[in-house]
C-alpha cells in the first residue's frame, strides 16, 4: 500500500448543535462527543434496571454483572458466565460507547440498543428469564410502578418500555475526553512522543482501514483473518449467521478500540490476554506484516491513551420488592 505524504491538516472548526466546538481534521479518527437529546427520567430509571439483578431467574445477574461499569464495561474474563454457571460462547463487548455502533452483537444480529437488551433477559445463558416473569416482578414493585409512570405515562409495564429505558441509560455510556482526542482537539502536548509514533505506525500499517470514526471500530463488519487465518477457540461463525451467505462467514462487528486498555481479554473469543498479543495478531492475520517489540509497544502505547472519561454517577439505589413479589430462583428448575 502507498503511504499517503505528510497530509496538511487544515483544521476548520465546527460548532454542534452542543454548543461545543470541535475541530474537524482530516484525521480517521474523530473526537467522541457528549450525549445529546438524552430524556433524564428515562436515564435515571434505565440505570437502575441496568444494575437490578431481578431481571434475572437467579435474581443474581444483572446486566451489570457482565458489563460492569467499573471495569470498562465488561467482565474482563475470555467468555461470560450466565445462570447456573453455565459457560458463554462468546466474549462480551463492552457497553461503553456501544450506541456509536452500527448494530449491536459480534453479528450485528439486533439493529440497535433497544432491540438489543431484550436479548440477554431471556437468553437461557445469560439472565435466563423471560419477558413476561421480569415485567412481573418489576410491576410488584410499588418504586418502579411509580417511576414507570413518570417516565412513560402508563400504569402497565411493557418490556418495550424496560428495553427503551435501558438504552436510553447506554447512550449515557460515552467516555470523550480521552488524550487521544484532546490531541485531536489540538492541544500538542497531550501525547509523548511515542504515543504519537504509535499513532502514526497504526496509521501507516493500515489498521485504521477497519479502526476508525468516533469509535476507532464498530462501524463495519470485517473478515478475521483477512491475511492468514485465525483459529478461534469459539465457534461462532460470524456475520453469516445473521445473513446466511458464505462470503460473511467469520466476519465480525470491528470492535471499538475506545478504553480498549480497560476490556481485556481480546476477540470474540476473548483469547488474546494482552493488547501486546493483540496488536501482534491483528498485524500478522490482518495486514500480513510483523511489528518489532519497539512498534508494538509504540502501537500498545497510543492505543492505551484511547481511555476516555469514564460514566460517573451514584450509584443507584433500588426500589425494594413488596410481598408479592416473585421470589428469585437461584439454585431451583
Ligand atoms: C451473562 C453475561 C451477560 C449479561 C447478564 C448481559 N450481557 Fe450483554 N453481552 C454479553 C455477551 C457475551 C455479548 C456478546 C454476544 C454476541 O455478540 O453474540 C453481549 C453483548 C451486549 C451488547 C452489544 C455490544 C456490542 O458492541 O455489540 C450490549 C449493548 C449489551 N450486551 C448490553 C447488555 C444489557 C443492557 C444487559 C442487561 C439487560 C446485558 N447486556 C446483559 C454478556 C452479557
Ligand atoms: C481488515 C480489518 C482490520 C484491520 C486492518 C485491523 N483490524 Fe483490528 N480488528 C478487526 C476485527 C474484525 C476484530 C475482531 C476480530 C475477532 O474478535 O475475531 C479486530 C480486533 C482488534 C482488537 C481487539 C479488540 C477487542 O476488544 O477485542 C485490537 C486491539 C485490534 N483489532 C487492533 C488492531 C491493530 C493495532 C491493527 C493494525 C495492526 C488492526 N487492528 C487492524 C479488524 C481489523
Not at 453479528?107 to 437468553?123: S, T
Not at 497504526?202 to 477497519?210: H, T
Not at 476508525?212 to 492468514?228: I, R
Not at 495478531?281 to 502501537?299: C, D, H, V, Y
Request: aromatic share 8%; glycine share 10%.
Amino acid at each position: 500500500m502507498k503511504k499517503s505524504t505528510i497530509a496538511l491538516a487544515v483544521a476548520t472548526t465546527l460548532v454542534l448543535g452542543t454548543g461545543i466546538a470541535y475541530a474537524a481534521n482530516d484525521e480517521p479518527i474523530s473526537p467522541i462527543k457528549p450525549p445529546a437529546n438524552i430524556n433524564l427520567g428515562a436515564v435515571e430509571l434505565g440505570k437502575k434496571l441496568y444494575f437490578d439483578p431481578r431481571l434475572s431467574k437467579s435474581g443474581f445477574i444483572s446486566c451489570n454483572s457482565c458489563h460492569n461499569l467499573s471495569m470498562g464495561g465488561t467482565d474482563n474474563i475470555p467468555t461470560s458466565i450466565g445462570d447456573k454457571w453455565q459457560q458463554g460462547p462468546i466474549n462480551a463487548p463492552t457497553v461503553l460507547n456501544s450506541s456509536l455502533n452500527l448494530a449491536q452483537f459480534w453479528d450485528g444480529r439486533a439493529a440497535d440498543l433497544k432491540a438489543q437488551a431484550g436479548g440477554p433477559i431471556a437468553n437461557p445463558g445469560e439472565m435466563g428469564f423471560s419477558h413476561t416473569l421480569a415485567v412481573n416482578v418489576l410491576q410488584s414493585i410499588p418504586g418502579y410502578v411509580r417511576e414507570f409512570k413518570q417516565v412513560f405515562g402508563k400504569d402497565k409495564i411493557e418490556i418495550g418500555d424496560v428495553t427503551a429505558a435501558i438504552a436510553e441509560f447506554e447512550k449515557t455510556l460515552v467516555t470523550p475526553n480521552a488524550r487521544f482526542d484532546q490531541w485531536l482537539l489540538g492541544k500538542a502536548d497531550a501525547l509523548s512522543a511515542d504515543e504519537l509514533e504509535g499513532y502514526n505506525l497504526f496509521k501507516n500499517a493500515g489498521c485504521v482501514a477497519c479502526h476508525n470514526g468516533e469509535a476507532v471500530g464498530g462501524n463495519s463488519f470485517q473478515k478475521m483473518g483477512l491475511v492468514e487465518p485465525y483459529k478461534a477457540t469459539s465457534d461462532a461463525e460470524g456475520r453469516a449467521a445473521v445473513t446466511g451467505q458464505d462470503a460473511d462467514r467469520f466476519n465480525f462487528k470491528v470492535p471499538t478500540l475506545r478504553n480498549v486498555e480497560l476490556t481485556y481479554p481480546y476477540f470474540h473469543d476473548g483469547a488474546a490476554n494482552t493488547l501486546t498479543q493483540a496488536v501482534d495478531i491483528m498485524g500478522r492475520l490482518q495486514l500480513g506484516r510483523r511489528f518489532s517489540a519497539k512498534e508494538n509497544a509504540r502501537i500498545v502505547a497510543f492505543l492505551k491513551t484511547l481511555t476516555g472519561d469514564q460514566p460517573s454517577f451514584q450509584l443507584p439505589i433500588l426500589p425494594p420488592s413488596a410481598d408479592a413479589t416473585p421470589r428469585p430462583t437461584p439454585f431451583g428448575k
